[in-house]
Each structure stands twice: as C-alpha cells, then as structure tokens.
C-alpha cells in the first residue's frame, strides 16, 4: 500500500505531498492542472524512464519518493536475491539529476531500473490508455487466463520440463556441431597423433639426449683431457697425489711435534681425500665415454625430430608435446565413442521432449477449462456497465513449445448484438475499452495480487448509472485493495474516502500544479463545480451533498 508520495521538482510540480489511505482515494482537477504529471512521477517509481526536460528547475534535482508499507506481500524472497534490506515499510527514490543522470534507490540502497520494474510489479497496478494496447496483446491475454484459472503448479511443472529439455537439446546441439568439427579434422588430427607417439615421448629426456649429444661430439677430446689430468695425479713418480701424500707424511711428523699443527695436517688430509676421490670419479667417467659415431647420429636424429615437432606445434618442451599428444589421443577416444554420445543424447532430448508435450497438454487443460467461466463472468460485469449485448469468446490454438506453453490465446469481443465477436483492436472504441478493461481489473484484482490499483480516468466514456455502478465496483475492490482513480465525473468522485484536488497556482511569475486533500466543505464544492462548472448554483450544491450523502 502506498503510505506517501513526495514529488519535487518534477513538470509543473514544485512540491507536492499526498498520503492517500489505504481504501478508496480520488483525484480530481482541471484539465492540464497536473493529474497525469503525477502519474508520470509513480512511473519513475515503478521503473520508468526519466527525461530532463521534466524538470521545474533544469538546475536542481528531481525527487520523486514513495513509501509503500509491504508486510503482508511476501516480498522478503526478492529482497534477500537482491541483497537489500528489508523493512515493512519499504522507501523508494528517484532522482534525476540536471546533468541527465538518473538513480535509483530502495531504502537507500542504488539498484538497476530492472530491480525497481520487478519490485514495482508486485506494488502497484497503474492503468493508463496504454492498457488499450497492452490489453490487445496474445502475452497479456494468456497471463489472464493464467491467473484466472491458478494455473501455478501446472505452469511451473511445464517450465522446469521445457527448460530441462532445452538444456539436452543444446548439449546434442553442441555435441553435433563439435561432431562436425572433429570428423573433418579427424584425419589430421590422427596423423599429428601417430607422429608424436611413434617417438615414445617421455617426460625430462630432451635435456638429457641434449647433454649425451654434448658429451659425445667431444668424446675424444673430454678423454684426452681426462687422461692428461689423471696422468698429472697419478703419476708414480712426479704425480701430484704422490707428492701431496709425501706432504702429508711431513705434516703429520709436525703434528707429533707441535699439536697446534694438528689442524693443518686434518684439513689438509681433507683436501688430499677429495683429490683422490676426483682422481677415482674422473676415472668412471672415463670409463663410460666412448667414442661412438652411430650412437651420436642416433641422438640427434631424435632431437631433431624432437625440435621440429617443438617448431611445428609452436611448443617449447617435451612435455607441452607430450600434453598435446594426450589431447589428439582424448579426441581420437571421442571421436571413436561419438555416434554412442550423439544417439544418447538425442534420445534424452526426445524423451524429454514428450515430457513438455504432456506437461503441456496438462497446463492447456487446465486454462481452456477457465475460458467459459471467465468469458460468462467478464460478460456479466459488462452487462452491469451498461453493454448488454456484450458478449466475449475466447479462442484457444495450439502452437509449438514456447516458455509460457504450447496456447495462443485470443480474447474476442463484440459490443454489440447479432455482431460477431473480433480481436479487440478491430471492434472495441475508447469507453469500451475502458470498461473492458475495468471489468477485467476488477475479475483480477485479488486473484493477480495488486495490493494498490491506479484508475486513470477508466470512466471516460460513460455516465449516469453506468458511472455509478463503476464506482461501486470500486469499492468492493478497496474492501482488500488500495485504489486511486482520477476521475472526472462528480458521481464517481464523491464515493472516495479521500479525495484530492489538483489544481494550477498562477500565484507567481510561474505556473505551478499543486494537490491539497479536500475537506468535507470544500469537497462539496468541488463536487458541486464538476455538476455545475465554476460558479455552482445552490440545486448543484445540494445535487453534490446527496452525492456525497450529505
């Protein structure tokens, strides 16, 4: 329910408060006094799009704000996927900035006009002359009948059958077209395949044949050099082991004469230790080099063709070949195992098709069996304002899946007797439409779940008993809803519980559209202007007591 509006700097609007209550509220003021502007400020609440030029003031911000009370709506579900705090009392802003920037708010929170559109859904049911072509549309028309015939869980079981076949669908899609991709590259790709495992790759060998190619394109000059430093430390004679020895033997002699050369004679016992084991290691080496042509052809034969597969792949290791190689051999098993996939997933995706078709068929049911009841009550609430021979059909065809169902639903409508019933655009004028619409926002009210429902001018067009019936209508529908109707008709606006006037202030260098809440004196009056024009006589101040029950 809306608590208070507050409008700022927005059209003719300086400043503006109203805070309607929670039944029947009217609005009622001259032609272009600000009616509709006021309609445009709740749009900026409910998501619409915002314009500079509606500012009073191009160099001052607009605010429009609503407070709407929301306890019993069973919101806290949006509020919590949105991330935004939740109070009963929920506050909504927008502001529009002279630079052309528009935000918005709930309770103090920015959020994207798509959150504010949402939110306002479940806040406010405004009609405007739109509905004429809103009401015209196969989508709308099918949500009626949706709503009318509690077609909930039928609808949900549909959806989570259409939206889990349209997920197998897209896997076989994919499947198919990665299936095509793969058999035109099937060849190629089985030739990279048997090139790289024809080598036998294994991981670390490429640094290792690199290092045996070193050792054996200097094979004989490595040994030479090794005998030559073997030669030099081994030598019976004049070999620097056999010299360091005999000076070891004299360091060891001064040791026994002096202790503190002790540490002399261990380190240098240490190093001799470690010449000798060089001396022994050089050996081993020596002993496992050979001079061996065809192997050193056999190792770069292999990294060479280790290389060009690195050039040709764009790679720079063994084990980037090696990962490549695992890739085209996982490709080779799909492409071996994948008519199996492709025909399992086809069948999933049909099997799962038939289970839309009957889900389907179900919610179709279920909504046909809801046309002659709502056709019967909708012509009945129209015969009550004023179109006796009204008479409404509904048309029902069968179409392929879609994420609403598998209906097109067609409201047909004829005013008049021996008329065959037409697509509404063809046959329906302005004040038909208005009670058509009106007949239908009073069938949905409770069963749509509009907490508050804006009338704008839903009476053009009638009159007398008509506008009466209308307005009583009305209040049965603020018995569990707030309404706001802009009505220009005094029968009408004498049945609000509260009732506002808009009215233009000429008062200043500027023209500017304010609202006040009328008391019971002035409401008379007001009453009394709209029977009699602006100077009313006491019979049209009397005719506005009785009205007013007064």
């Given at each position: 329910?809306?608590?208070?509006?507050?409008?700022?700097?927005?059209?003719?609007?300086?400043?503006?408060?109203?805070?309607?209550?929670?039944?029947?509220?009217?609005?009622?003021?001259?032609?272009?006094?600000?009616?509709?502007?006021?309609?445009?400020?709740?749009?900026?609440?409910?998501?619409?799009?915002?314009?500079?030029?509606?500012?009073?003031?191009?160099?001052?911000?607009?605010?429009?704000?609503?407070?709407?009370?929301?306890?019993?709506?069973?919101?806290?579900?949006?509020?919590?996927?949105?991330?935004?705090?939740?109070?009963?009392?929920?506050?909504?802003?927008?502001?529009?900035?002279?630079?052309?920037?528009?935000?918005?708010?709930?309770?103090?929170?920015?959020?994207?006009?798509?959150?504010?559109?949402?939110?306002?859904?479940?806040?406010?049911?405004?009609?405007?002359?739109?509905?004429?072509?809103?009401?015209?549309?196969?989508?709308?028309?099918?949500?009626?009948?949706?709503?009318?015939?509690?077609?909930?869980?039928?609808?949900?079981?549909?959806?989570?059958?259409?939206?889990?076949?349209?997920?197998?669908?897209?896997?076989y899609e994919k499947l198919l077209l990665e299936a095509q991709d793969l058999k035109k590259e099937a060849d190629f790709n089985q030739f990279q395949l048997e090139e790289l495992s024809s080598l036998g790759l294994q991981a670390g060998e490429q640094e290792d044949l690199e290092s045996e190619q070193e050792i054996l394109e200097n094979a004989e000059e490595i040994k030479s050099k090794i005998h030559e430093i073997l030669h030099q430390l081994q030598d019976d004679q004049f070999g620097g082991i056999n010299i360091l020895s005999q000076a070891n033997s004299a360091l060891q002699q001064l040791g026994r004469l002096a202790q503190k050369f002790d540490t002399y004679r261990e380190r240098f016992q240490t190093a001799l230790i470690e010449l000798k084991d060089i001396a022994e290691g050089l050996e081993d080496e020596d002993s496992k080099i050979e001079v061996d042509f065809e192997k050193l052809e056999t190792t770069r034969e292999r990294l060479s063709k280790i290389y060009q597969l690195q050039q040709k792949h764009a790679l720079d290791s063994v084990e980037a070949l090696m990962e490549l190689e695992k890739t085209l051999a996982d490709k080779a098993f799909q492409l071996d195992h994948l008519d199996e996939e492709l025909e399992r997933l086809r069948t999933t995706s049909a099997q799962l098709y038939q289970e839309v078709l009957a889900a389907g068929k179900v919610l179709s049911a279920k909504r046909q069996s809801a046309f002659d009841p709502f056709a019967k009550e909708l012509s009945g609430l129209l015969q009550q304002l004023g179109m006796e021979n009204a008479s409404i059909v509904l048309s029902q065809l069968s179409s392929t899946p879609t994420p609403s169902g598998m209906d097109q639903v067609d409201l047909l409508f004829s005013a008049n007797k021996g008329v065959k019933p037409q697509a509404l655009k063809q046959v329906a004028s302005g004040g038909e439409f208005s009670r058509l619409i009106f007949a239908i926002k009073y069938i949905m009210a409770d069963k749509m779940a509009l907490p508050t429902l804006i009338f704008d001018e839903i009476d053009t067009g009638v009159s007398g008993e008509v506008a009466l019936q209308m307005v009583r209508m009305m209040q049965e529908i603020s018995q569990n809803h707030q309404v706001i109707c802009i009505s220009h008709l005094p029968q009408v606006a004498a049945k609000g519980e509260q009732h506002y006037f808009v009215y233009k202030d000429n008062s200043t260098a500027r023209t500017i559209s304010k609202v006040k809440l009328l008391t019971a004196e002035e409401r008379i009056q007001e009453i009394a202007k709209m029977i009699a024009g602006a100077n009313p006589s006491n019979s049209a101040i009397e005719s506005a007591k009785d009205l007013l029950k007064i």
């Open positions: 329910m809306l608590k208070s509006l507050s409008i700022n700097n927005y059209a003719l609007i300086q400043s503006l408060e109203m805070k309607p209550c929670s039944s029947l509220n009217m609005i009622t003021g001259e032609t272009g006094a600000g009616k509709s502007i006021m309609l445009g400020a709740v749009g900026l609440l409910l998501g619409n799009r915002a314009d500079t030029k509606a500012l009073f003031d191009e160099e001052k911000k607009c605010i429009v704000e609503g407070e709407f009370n929301i306890k019993s709506y069973g919101l806290q579900q949006f509020f919590e996927a949105e991330d935004l705090d939740y109070e009963e009392n929920c506050i909504i802003r927008r502001e529009i900035s002279p630079n052309g920037k528009s935000r918005a708010f709930i309770n103090d929170t920015p959020v994207r006009l798509e959150n504010l559109k949402e939110l306002g859904k479940a806040l406010m049911d405004v009609h405007s002359q739109h509905d004429s072509l809103q009401l015209g549309d196969g989508g709308y028309q099918l949500n009626l009948i949706d709503a009318y015939a509690g077609t909930q869980v039928e609808l949900a079981q549909y959806r989570q059958a259409f939206k889990s076949h349209q997920q197998a669908k897209k896997a």
